[in-house]
């Protein structure tokens, strides 16, 4: 596993650097953060108030960067993830992620969760599936995750449901039920804050959360 996230790594830095070096005047480079109350992935609370900071690189339908989150409450790096995908024309999209759950180890196997994504948009509708291949901070491998979920002009509403580290007994159960809604607080001509909230139901495990977020 170790040899795995190794090479994922410099598959991923290499791939990148040759994008770019081929393509430079097409590609672009993007980076921000957000702010959150708390940190929900798929409808488990993963951390506190905290900083999450992405950059990325994207050319055509290609794009690799880096999504880490930090809690703020008590300094300490949660998640560090690196990511690579490709999206069709026909909206098809492909793509790995590398979730890293213990900063202070980068290539430490328990520490890694490697994913396969693949997800389908049509129009304001969108489906995605992800599957975990190894056993790693928490998880026993094999995990699936799938969500459906349809955009309005400012609201998103999603459902989804998975097995193994998504839920309290390992079995196949909703447990990512929401709304999450935006908006922009104009401060003056030139200035202007993007907000977001959430309200976020988890059946399987009887829990709901509640988050506000800053996008910087």
């Not at 999450?52 to 690189?57: E, G, I, L, M, S």
């Not at 709304?179 to 922009?184: G, L, N």
Request: aromatic share 14%; net charge negative.
């Amino acid at each position: 596993m170790k040899k795995v996230s190794l090479f994922l790594f410099a598959a991923i830095l290499l791939v990148g650097s040759f994008a770019s070096s081929a393509q430079e005047s097409k590609g672009s480079w993007s980076a921000g953060a957000d702010l959150v109350s708390s940190y929900i992935w798929r409808g488990s609370k993963a951390g506190a108030f905290s900083i999450q900071p992405t950059v990325k690189y994207a050319i055509e339908g290609f794009s690799i960067g880096a999504w880490g989150s930090g809690d703020l409450t008590t300094g300490a790096p949660e998640e560090a993830d690196l990511f690579a995908s490709y999206a069709f024309k026909s909206g098809l999209s492909l793509g790995v992620t590398d979730y890293h759950y213990n900063t202070s180890k980068l290539f430490d196997s328990s520490n890694h969760a490697i994913e396969a994504n693949v997800g389908y948009a049509i129009g304001k509708f969108s489906l995605g599936g992800n599957y975990i291949f190894n056993s790693a901070s928490g998880s026993a491998g094999d995990d699936k995750y799938f969500e459906v979920a349809y955009q309005f002009p400012s609201v998103k509403l999603f459902a989804g449901g998975g097995d193994g580290w998504y839920t309290d007994d390992a079995s196949f159960q909703v447990c990512n039920v929401g709304i999450t809604a935006t908006k922009t607080l104009k401060i003056s001509d030139s200035f202007s804050i993007p907000l977001f909230g959430s309200a976020i139901v988890n059946p399987n495990k009887e829990q709901i959360f509640y988050v506000i977020g800053i996008s910087l």
